[in-house]
């Protein structure tokens, strides 16, 4: 495994097998009336969100403090970033405060990247611009595996906005690793340019894809990056490529519904088929805990980053093939 | 995982321990439970220091033992450290029921995370921890594990525990102690008692995991590996595979 966690790419499918596992070990503890693991002790995680993020944010915030780490949260307003900081020199601050790891969401494309060639600590991409979420991903694939026991050759079908979701992009990329089989759905203005490239299929027709679905993921409309005319009207939207209850019935028995959040119930999303029990909405929240623990316990966890170079590097692959005793 | 089980020394957490030199090398086999190149008897040539009806007697000793201290086992909870204290909790567990003809429960605990050596060595992937639902609140609980060594593992194992509840009693049940102790800390039950230089290694097999029974005794060959601290010397140069 890298030092950084910028890609859903970068995971190898030993490397996401390992995260999974190591998520699945940790989900047992939200069960204890003890929910900390001395394991990060003196370590410093530092959440810097660019961007407004609340669960995302919080599900770090819990993730680094349940492992013991020391948490600063610095998000831009408030910050010298108002005032014209330059991401460089943020990184500069956090290299003088001693980050064991950054937790980076920024609205650039590429932002945890740079930052990563500025920092020693370990950067994890929680969301940059419109190009990946790779612990959304690791946490949707989680969330699939307990529901259904498996992943691979599973049939997921991923709906909507996927030109400005960063989520798309990450669960395809990390799904194609683990053997699941993507379909990406959605209006032709809402598919990006070159998405032919991408290792998955690509439909139009919503009703068409539903029955042949054990996980249908439906993306939020995100108007805040709407700066154009993607589709004629959110109802018309709704009618084509939302899930209703008539469509969710036409999924086969044991298929899961997914959202990453937040959602615009009656849009993309009908709050009966939010609410129904087939739907992981909540789910996916708790165990957005458990999989940001595996990724912080796996990257800061043992030697320091810093200090192993490329042993860190070899070391974790090594333990990837590690079969989890029974 | 867990590793301290036999978790050598000197190397690790501690730098220079009294009366023994950092450099010694050290490492059971048993250390590497749940490494990658775990592969068993084959790369080991060690000669074999129990049998299986050596390991089957002893374990049956041991289950006599619990039943007589805990006066019946009535409150007993066995808890297994992974990889290779599992499946001896489980065998325990059934020589009881076999004695007493009622059931004790028994689980996992994993002390990976709980480690006194984690920033040594790059992240590892964690074991189970299953614990029974009796809890182990008020219960005497019988940690197991495969070797007794520096002690370390049983350290992590009792701060793990304190995690998950408050026992009445905590006890330590061993297959093989080999000596070298680096804490204060002894085993309540012990299969046999194995006199060993650090430059030796103890591998535990087991039917559950390795496909046979056996405690196999060898020559550390890579002794000569000072400097580096990992515990793993022999299998793992460099700290890892």
Same mark, same amino acid.
């Given at each position: 495994m890298n030092r950084h966690l910028i890609s859903a790419a970068d995971l190898a499918r030993d490397d996401a097998l390992l995260i999974l596992d190591t998520a699945e070990q940790l989900a047992?503890?939200? $069960? !204890? *009336?003890i929910k900390k693991l001395p394991t990060l002790r003196g370590r410093t995680v530092v959440n810097l969100f660019f961007e407004d993020s609340t669960r995302t944010r919080i599900s770090f915030e819990a993730a680094a403090k349940r492992l013991s780490a020391d948490v600063i949260n610095f998000s831009v307003k408030g910050s010298s970033v108002a005032k014209g900081e330059s991401l460089k020199d943020t990184a500069q601050t956090l290299e003088a405060m001693g980050a064991d790891g950054v937790v980076l969401r920024h609205s650039a494309s590429g932002a945890p990247q740079r930052l990563a060639g500025w920092v020693h600590g370990s950067v994890i991409n929680a969301g940059d611009g419109t190009h990946e979420h790779p612990t959304q991903a690791l946490l949707d694939a989680f969330t699939m595996r307990r529901r259904l026991g498996r992943l691979d050759g599973l049939r997921v079908t991923i709906v909507g $906005?996927? =030109?400005?979701?960063r989520v798309a992009r990450s669960n395809v990329l990390l799904l194609h690793t683990l053997g699941a089989e993507v379909t990406l759905v959605g209006p032709p203005t809402l598919l990006p340019v070159a998405?032919?490239?991408? *290792?998955c299929a690509i439909g139009y027709d919503l009703d068409a894809a539903v029955p042949k679905s054990d996980v249908i993921m439906m993306l939020r409309i995100q108007q805040e990056r709407m700066n154009a005319a993607y589709f004629p009207s959110v109802r018309e939207y709704s009618r084509r490529y939302g899930l209703d209850a008539a469509r969710m019935a036409l999924l086969p028995e044991h298929a899961i519904v997914m959202h990453p959040g937040p959602m615009n119930r009656g849009v993309e999303i009908a709050a009966e088929v939010a609410d129904a029990p087939r739907s992981t909405v909540v789910e996916q929240v708790a165990n957005g805990v458990s999989v940001r623990m595996a990724v912080l316990y796996l990257l800061l966890g043992g030697m320091s980053a810093s200090t192993a170079g490329t042993a860190g590097t070899a070391g974790t692959a090594g333990t990837a093939g590690t079969e989890v005793p029974a | 995982m867990h590793a301290a089980s036999g978790s050598p020394p000197s190397s690790g957490a501690e730098p220079a321990h009294a009366g023994r030199s950092a450099a010694q090398p050290a490492g059971t086999a048993t250390d590497f439970a749940g490494q990658a190149d775990f592969a068993g008897k084959a790369d080991f040539a060690g000669k074999a220091v129990l049998e299986p009806a050596d390991i089957g007697r002893a374990l049956t000793r041991i289950a006599h033992e619990i039943i007589e201290r805990t006066k019946g086992a009535g409150d007993v909870v066995l808890l297994g450290i992974p990889t290779r204290g599992v499946p001896l909790a489980r065998r325990l567990a059934e020589r009881i029921a076999q004695v007493e003809g009622h059931q004790v429960p028994y689980g996992s605990l994993d002390i990976t995370m709980y480690?006194? $050596? =984690? !920033? =040594? !060595?790059p992240a590892r992937a964690l074991g189970p921890t299953q614990v029974p639902p009796e809890g182990v609140d008020g219960r005497i609980v019988v940690l197991v594990d495969d070797v007794l060594y520096s002690g370390r593992t049983v350290r992590a194992a009792l701060d793990a525990l304190n995690d998950i509840g408050r026992p009445r009693a905590v006890q330590l049940a061993i297959l093989v102690d080999r000596g070298h102790r680096e804490l204060p800390i002894r085993a309540d039950y012990v299969g046999k008692n194995l006199p060993t230089s650090q430059q030796e290694m103890v591998r535990v097999l087991l039917a559950e995991t390795d496909g046979e029974d056996a405690v196999l005794l060898g020559d550390d060959d890579e002794h000569s590996q000072h400097s580096r601290p990992s515990m793993h010397s022999r299998h793992s140069p460099g700290g890892r595979p």
């Open positions: 047992q503890m939200a $069960d !204890r *009336p $906005d996927v =030109l400005h979701s998405i032919e490239t991408w *290792p | 480690r006194d $050596d =984690l !920033r =040594l !060595r």
